[in-house]
């Protein structure tokens, strides 16, 4: 989108990474996390945030991404970590991973939200709705996004009874139904409570 900054200027010439993450509401499945420098060379137009692009926009940008970006890292929190650790703090560890992950690394990285995750390999900001002010935390969150949804209709083939193609894992009515009348999964995050609630009735 036009609006949102291709390159920040305070930052330029550096190795700038925008990272994001997907995943903090549902009640199941793994938080992933993306970062991505993006090539000044070679341009992507219409990046933005995720949840303002269609399915189909969102695929096809996400193999632009892939294609055309300097360099990239898509990571995750497991269940058992975000269990273990809390939802924050598991989306902290999984930005962390990815950016970790880039090749070549970053100089300095744009974390969407209001927190920066600890122990990161390069100086950092964070951004609120980082997502929908640069290019390269719009290009990280389609990348996390993106991710998530591929997995979560992957499960569904697994425990099509849940229907997490369609609800992704979030909470909605369909879902806590579904929880109440089969159980609970591997793939559901027990600290949360709509699944906590149910544990007992299986």
């Known amino acids: 989108m036009a609006d949102l900054d291709p390159f920040v200027p305070e930052?330029?010439?550096l190795l700038l990474a925008g990272a994001d993450e997907a995943g903090r509401g549902p009640l199941a499945g793994d938080v992933v996390a993306a970062a991505v420098?993006?090539?000044p060379e070679r341009p992507i137009e219409g990046l933005n945030d995720?949840?303002?692009?269609s399915e189909k926009k969102r695929e096809l940008l996400f193999d632009q991404i892939i294609d055309q970006?300097?360099?990239y890292g898509i990571a995750r929190a497991s269940v058992a970590e975000i269990d273990e650790l809390n939802i924050l703090n598991a989306s902290m560890l999984a930005m962390k991973r990815a950016i970790d992950m880039l090749s070549p690394k970053a100089e300095f990285a744009l974390i969407d939200?209001?927190?920066i995750p600890p122990e990161l390999s390069c100086p950092a900001e964070a951004v609120v709705k980082g997502d929908a002010r640069h290019q390269a935390i719009a290009a990280a969150s389609i990348l996390a996004?993106?991710?998530r949804d591929r997995e979560m209709?992957?499960?569904d083939k697994q425990f099509p009874e849940y229907g997490f193609a369609k609800h992704k894992g979030y909470p909605t009515k369909a879902h806590i139904v579904a929880i109440e009348k089969h159980g609970v999964t591997k793939y559901h995050r027990r600290s949360f409570g709509p699944v906590q609630k149910n544990l007992s009735l299986f």
């Open 113 to 115: 939200g209001n927190r």
């Open 37 to 39: 420098i993006l090539d």
């Open 11 to 13: 930052f330029k010439g």
């Open 50 to 53: 995720s949840k303002k692009l």
């Open 153 to 155: 209709v992957a499960l």
């Open 145 to 147: 996004k993106v991710t």
């Open 69 to 71: 970006a300097l360099s």
